[in-house]
């Protein structure tokens, strides 16, 4: 609002020259609302004829009390104006406006004037009049403004004097944006061009001189009077609301194309960004890579010239010492020789001839010895100094090597990655963190170990090309250090950080003989496929289908940190299940699978627990007792086994629910079948303590006599049909142990025992005889009645 | 066969019931006790007979056997008889307790005066379950019998005497071998007449000799301190060993501390229901 008013300001307080009143567009809306959109027009409709109309319209003077209002406000609001004018286009002012607005405090006055306005134009809508529209549309004649919002018009043409068409509307617009918070401008319609366009065809057609159609030739609005008879004769024109339709769409593509440059100019700068930093970067690295080299070749040069000069001086020296010494000797030689000649002389002057001849004769034979010997009088060293070949070739090498690439920086090793390690293979994966040449890289690795003396032999190196590398033929389990350099003509880098990879496990091995279950759940073990241990083991389920043969998993446990698990399956089922080892480097391949049906409860015996004279036969589930005493007595005893009753003890799956097992016998076969606790005592017979409940059958001279026993005490039950297989159903939740003729389906006995821990099986030969054991059969249905 | 509605006692979620009608086997009124379990009230359900001992009515075992939990549980209806016709007039139907009035012994008398009421064999086997079945939701095809004593002995007779019309039998400290014992010459030469031979055709002991084949488990569970035992009069052990000799399935129980009483038939009744309805049931 305060730009509004900024604008009245403008138009009221400035001098109004027709000059700039001309370069003022055209009868603008009766109101401000539409003011932000004046501005398209001010080109367009920069016709000086225009200018003349305004004096001649009604004065303001019915508006006074609104223009007092907003001459006060536009006063104090005229900065802000200015403020604006100096953005940029596309800034975005509303809000620069709104802040302005309220420190200059002006949010009353604007409400005031706001009120005023709003009266006052929607008290002077109602009479509309239709007269004046004339040629116009229908549209544009359906209201109308009187004098008191022409007033307005005629100010806010006033203000788009100074500005520039883009840096306008832009403003207009925000101003625009500004006053739709306004309930009454919003009501307006919110200034929409057509709107805007319609108020102004309305101001002009009112005056009756308002131009009404454009010249296309001239380029400006112009009253449809001048086309017929003024300068505009024989020009071609158009009416206005279209003239006005295609500049804007004109102006609207032009604000388009705009837009893309300055998207697209944009992008170009923040690219033009990247490369700056780019070639910072890269003649920052160029520039280090001279700055080492050029300190190489200085240096190399002044020790080259260090050398050379010291050789130089020692030359000197040399020389010098030599030429010394022949002087030396050259000087000797005179001394002998003067003295020489003066002896002579001094013998010639010797008067006594003997004495003379006596020393002439010494004389002359020291004359003559002195004579022999031959004066050297050629220089012993040449006075320039020698040629020497200065070796330039390092430097040369240094200097060539300027622009040819450095040896690489030391690689980075990359820790092992998930999935990256077979039982007997590794991809080991590296990089270079510069960007250095490499022709090749140097792949080292050796088994982490222990043992130091071992490490040596063991170290392999590879070349390889890439930045990876499969390693095969490794052992399982087992890690492996590994390091790598980077390689080019210019020489090898430092070693990498060495990193220590793992190869994943063997496959472990299901104890395919140990394995036990039941309905609802199994028991599987197994043995690590490895000497070091593992972290983990996972097991892997295929619930077998008849379509299906067991290749997908259904289902699979992870995390299991021992070598056997107890696995929670459906009733009626058949599984594939196969166990899988896991270290850091991965999982192993599958173990060799086994297959379980959940038909029934399957166990195995115990042979640790078996009695010396009980043989297990080679099905597994057949124990025979071929003799009562054992003459020898030197059989094998182990910890766990029975010591007195002939029995042996199965394993059975702890776990809740029901078991089923069958026992054939023979009629004459005396046994004892039941359950037992797995600690119960090996010296005692089955059934006589309170740890096993069994079923005893004996055969007196009278009949077959059938015991029930627990802690020694039996039931007496007769049964008049010796049952030759025996159904044992153990229920843990009923807490009943009951034993069936199952050839019958005839219920023998039930023992009501709330089984404090799980039990296993037992099976007790008292006489010469077989048991054949049936594991792993359903539950029959006579037997699983509640 | 009009049913007429003695009592009718709610029970376990079924109604235990006494009904009286008119007997055209025995000429006479007879009451008979009925447990309605929940499961009947939507469907059919197998029919258990229980046949008491020696003076016994139908109230004995409906009032103190402790059956219907059980009953109700596994879904059996059981009907409970009476022992003998009633106040038929005959003379010395009433003399003695061991004979005539609660001493039926389950057989069809031909002897005067007895002949013409005391036909409890054919009321049992034929009169009473077709009068249940017309009136009950039953399962004609499924039925067992049990019973207690001369009840016992009842039920073993019409078991082996009608192979594969019962599914199964039961009985507590039954009447085995009624051939040998006073009870049984007296009540069998009471009905029958004095040709021995004509006894055995309601002799267990005698008739599992005869018995076709095997498919009938038979439970029986006999209190070692009953002193009916230890006179004599119930002889299990020669059943067993007839049914040892023709390999006829029998579990035998002999319960330490037990006597003949209804105590000791709520003791095991569970099982026997069991056992019943095992093969009611399958």
Redesign the interface.
Known sequence: MSSRSGSAKDCETSDQTPSRSASSPVPESSDTEAEGLIFYHMDLYGSKERFDIFPEEPSCQEERSLGDTRRESAESASSSEKFQHSQEAGYDLEKEVAELAKMYGLDEDREKELELLGRHVESRWPPARTEKAGSQGSVYTASKSSSPVKDQSQSTKKQGLPSEASQDEDQSKARAEDEAESPIWSKEGLSSGSVSDEWNSQAVSEEEEAADVFCCTCKTPIRAFDKLFGEHKDHEVAQLPSAVESEKEETHKNMCKLEEQIAQLENFASHLEEIFITVEENFGRQEQNFEVHYNDAVQVLAQKYEEQLEALGEEKRQKLETLYGQLVSCGEHLDTCKELTDTTQELCRENDKANFMKAAVTMVDRLGEFLKKEVNLELSTLPDFEERHIDFSEVEQLMNSINTIPAPCAPVISPQAPNAATGTSLRVCWGLFSDDTVEYYQLCYKPVSNERHSDEQAEHTLKVKETYCTISNLLPNTQYEFWASALNASGISPPSEREVYVTAPSPPIIKTKKILSCENAALVCWESGDINPVDSYMVELSKLTDEENGDTVTESIVGIPNCEVLIHLQPRQSYHICVRALNLGGSSERSEPVLIHTTGTYFCLNEDTAHPLLAILDDGFTIACDQLENPECDLPVYDNSFTRCIGILGSLIPFPGKHYWEVEVEEDTEYRIGVAFENTPRHAYLGANNSSWCMRHIITPS?HKYEFLHSGMT???????PPRRIGILLHYENCRLSFF?AD??????TFNSHFQHYVHPCFALETPGILRIHSGIAVP??AA?? | MALKQVSSNKCFEGFQKVFEHDSAELKCKMKFGIYLPPKAETAKCPVLYWLSGLTCTEQNFITKAAFHQAAAEHGLIVVAPDTSPRGCNIEGEDESWDFGTGAGFYVDATEDPWKTNYRMYSYVKDELPKLINANFPTDPERMSVFGHSMGGHGALILALKNPGKYKSVSAFAPICNPIQCQWGKKALGGYLGSDVSKWEAYDATQLVKSYPDSNLDILIDQGKDDQFLSAGQLLPDNFIAACTERKIPVVFRLQQGYDHSYFFIATFINDHIKHHAKYLNA
Not at chain 1, 715 to 721: H, Q, S, V
């Open positions: 009949r039931p007496d039950i007769r049964i008049t049909l003729n019958i389906a005839q219920h023998l006995y249905p006579w009645l509640p």
